[in-house]
């Protein structure tokens, strides 16, 4: 079964340090999704990607955030200036059309554990 | 209000027991609802989606009441495999973003 794949599975970054999370979304995708788990705590949204560029992002998505699809297959998370409170899981997600059409689900890769430092 | 609102359990039930979990969610024009289920410190796996009809997969049933803004999911003949985190997840309208529930931790006892 395809699936979302993503890389590193653990990245450890001192504060102020940038960080790019990789994620390879199935292939016949179309929209693209990052979320975050801080630990012990729900996941939460922070961008949705279709057609080259951003369709929607919370609060959490701030300017110290950027994504970007710079070839067919990737899409890339990254944060500028990391801070501690940055520290959490991302997960990648990919959806083969708008999920709210037909109950199209999102699927999700396994994952970057994210430590600052 | 919490957009969407699980109990946290845990839920200990034996082998072979049913367990139901409800889920309720503020914004009436939801339009996408799923369980998902997570292990711990692993992603969110698609457990199903949840149609106004309801539906059943195999031992899952899910049931949605929009009137009452409620979503519930049944799980019949528990395996110890299904010891997890159960999510409920709803999409609103106009929006791409998944709003996740905190989660119902389940847990199978021999």
């Known amino acids: 079964e395809p699936e979302v794949t993503q890389t590193p599975s653990h990245q450890v970054t001192q504060m102020g340090q940038e960080v790019i999370l990789r994620c390879v979304p199935i292939?016949?995708?179309?929209?693209f999704y990052w979320y975050r788990q801080i630990l012990g705590q729900k996941v939460e949204f922070l961008v949705s990607f279709y057609n080259n560029e951003i369709s929607e992002k919370s609060e959490i998505f701030d300017d110290q955030f950027s994504v970007e699809r710079p070839d067919g297959s990737n899409f890339t998370l990254k944060i500028r200036s990391t801070k501690l409170e940055d520290s959490a899981m991302y997960f990648c997600a990919s959806s083969e059309s708008w999920t709210g059409g037909n109950n199209q689900p999102q699927h999700f890769g396994d994952g970057t554990r994210l430590s600052i430092l | 209000r919490k957009e969407v609102e699980q109990d946290p359990g845990p839920f200990n039930v034996p082998e072979g027991a049913t367990v139901a979990f409800n889920c309720t969610y503020s914004n009436s024009a939801s339009q996408s609802f799923f369980w998902y289920r997570q292990d711990c410190r692993k992603e969110p796996k698609l457990l199903m989606s949840v149609y106004s009809s309801g539906n059943e997969d195999g031992r899952f049933t899910a049931q949605l009441n929009r009137a009452s803004q409620y979503i519930s999911l049944l799980i019949r003949d528990s395996k110890l495999s299904d010891s997890a985190t159960y999510l409920c997840?709803?999409?609103?309208?106009?929006?791409?973003?998944?709003?996740f529930g905190s989660g119902t931790r389940l847990q199978v006892q021999p």
């Open positions: 997840v709803v999409l609103d309208t106009g929006r791409r973003a998944l709003t």
């Open positions: 292939s016949n995708h179309l929209y």
